[in-house]
């Protein structure tokens, strides 16, 4: 097992509620101060798109027209090794007649200033599902 340390994992606990929260309200600038600049996102069935403007060239056109009323997320594990950290999590959002279950892996680095910013992000998700 790692060397989890329980002040480590309420500050990361703290940034994914807050990365959560700059999701929910579609805040690309808040969503995306959560990462490192060459941060690796890896959305199911795409190649790995490194950095924001890959990402927002793959999420882009539907970030603003998304309607997600309700999201609940829970992180299943949190471990700390040095100055990197790992999670998983599950996640469901809901939108007016729809609903989508994630489930995800975060590695998490340590910044200069002792905060946390997540540097890969690996997810896959089941269709939505007629609420």
């Not at 509620?17 to 600038?29: G, I, P, V």
């Not at 996102?41 to 403007?53: A, E, R, S």
């Not at 998304?66 to 999670?87: K, L, N």
């Not at 910044?111 to 992000?121: H, P």
Request: a negative charge; one cysteine or more; charged letters at 20%.
């Amino acid at each position: 097992m790692g060397e989890t340390n329980g002040t480590d994992v309420k500050a990361i606990e703290g940034m994914l509620e807050q990365l959560s929260a700059a999701y929910l309200a579609r805040d690309w600038d808040g969503f995306t101060s959560f990462f490192t600049e060459d941060a690796v996102w890896m959305p199911p069935d795409q190649p790995p798109l490194i950095g924001k403007d890959a990402w927002w060239s793959w999420i882009g056109g539907g970030w603003h027209q998304s309607t997600i009323q309700e999201q609940d997320t829970g992180s299943q594990e949190i471990v700390v090794e040095g100055d990197w950290a790992y999670g998983w999590h599950k996640e469901t959002q809901r939108g007016p007649d729809w609903q989508t279950n994630f489930k995800g892996i975060f590695i998490m680095q340590r910044q200069v200033n002792d905060s946390w910013k997540i540097a890969r992000y690996c997810f896959n998700f089941s269709p939505r599902i007629d609420a």
